[in-house]
């Protein structure tokens, strides 16, 4: 089966520690993307990649950081420093020549 | 900057009415355009992809349509079902970087 896997699907981490958030695809999509959601808010850019070893910030790359070390995985990082970090994380993949993009189910993060 | 416009925001129909829902765009260079569906805590599926020089897609009873020169698409599902209740979100493809920027969404429920 063809897809993108995240996990876990509820994350739950107390105020002050960092957490990573796993995204594996294998549909041998070069282009990799995270996004946030907040309820009633559309998704927002949070970094993406194109290629392996090469990622760029997107509108809210504050407090977060990513790694390309292999083309199936992008996992994220949210750090202490993101100030409100409680939402529903999306991570997607698309082929660079039509730049369809392809979600996973998500994780819910919770931080208190 | 590119801004996606969904209108309306919640729509409630009765089964077996065709309805349209609404999205605008404010800067017409884009590449693409996708509509998504969203269920409630579930990531986005892609339902049609309209590429810039298309002027419309058909999947099933979904028909989505393009006017990139005045910056709106609309996507047009026939005979609702109550299986069709979802939040369905609009997203352009634009700029050097590719990024995908999205609408808010519109709320849409089925009534049986």
């Known amino acids: 089966d063809g897809g993108i896997t995240q996990s876990p699907k509820y994350l739950f981490r107390k105020e002050g520690q960092n957490v990573t958030l796993s995204c594996e695809q294998n549909?041998?999509?070069?282009?990799m993307y995270w996004y946030r959601q907040d309820p009633g808010q559309g998704l927002r850019l949070i970094y993406y990649?194109?290629?392996?070893?090469?990622?760029q910030k997107g509108d809210i790359a504050e407090g977060y950081s990513v790694s390309r070390e292999k083309k199936e995985s992008f996992p994220l990082t949210v750090t202490s420093a993101q100030k409100n970090p409680t939402a529903f994380y999306l991570c997607?993949?698309?082929?660079?020549?039509?730049?369809?993009?392809?979600f996973g189910p998500g994780t819910r993060l919770t931080v208190t | 900057k590119q801004e996606v416009t969904q209108i309306p925001a919640a729509l409630s129909v009765p089964e077996g009415e065709n309805l349209v829902l609404n999205c605008s765009f404010t800067?017409?260079?884009?590449?693409?355009l996708q509509w998504f569906r969203q269920d409630p805590g579930k990531g986005l599926t892609s339902l049609l992809l309209?590429?810039?020089?298309?002027r419309e897609q058909t999947s099933g009873r979904l028909n989505a349509s393009l006017d990139k020169s005045s910056g709106r698409s609309t996507l047009y599902i026939a005979a609702s079902q109550p299986g069709d209740s979802a939040t369905y979100l609009c997203a352009v493809l634009s700029g050097s970087a590719r990024q995908l920027t999205f609408g808010s969404g519109t709320q849409l429920t089925v009534l049986p």
């Open positions: 549909l041998n999509h070069d282009a």
């Open positions: 800067d017409s260079a884009i590449y693409n």
């Open positions: 990649s194109q290629i392996v070893n090469d990622f």
């Open positions: 309209i590429q810039s020089s298309q």
């Open positions: 997607a993949s698309s082929p660079t020549t039509t730049y369809e993009q392809y």
